[in-house]
């Protein structure tokens, strides 16, 4: 992925093909978006989306 200055802050550029709900994580953008480089997904044995897991999903440090 390209990384766009109008679209990064503090260092952290947003995926704008990545959105994400969980505010909880490191990579959350404070918006909708993810800021990691780039994300993993599994298991790999997954039959539908409810099976699924963001294996990039990092705490937030308070």
């Given at each position: 992925?390209?990384?766009n ?14 959105t994400?709900d969980?505010k ?12 990691a480089?780039k994300?993993?997904v599994?298991?790999n ?7 699924t897991?963001?294996?990039?999903f ?5």
């Amino acid at each position: 992925m390209e990384k766009n200055s109008a679209n990064c802050t503090n260092g952290k550029c947003i995926n704008e093909g990545i959105t994400c709900d969980v505010k909880n994580c490191h990579y959350h953008s404070g918006d909708c978006y993810c800021t990691a480089e780039k994300i993993a997904v599994g298991p790999n044995f997954a039959t539908s989306s409810a099976d699924t897991i963001c294996a990039t999903f990092k705490a937030k440090k308070d």
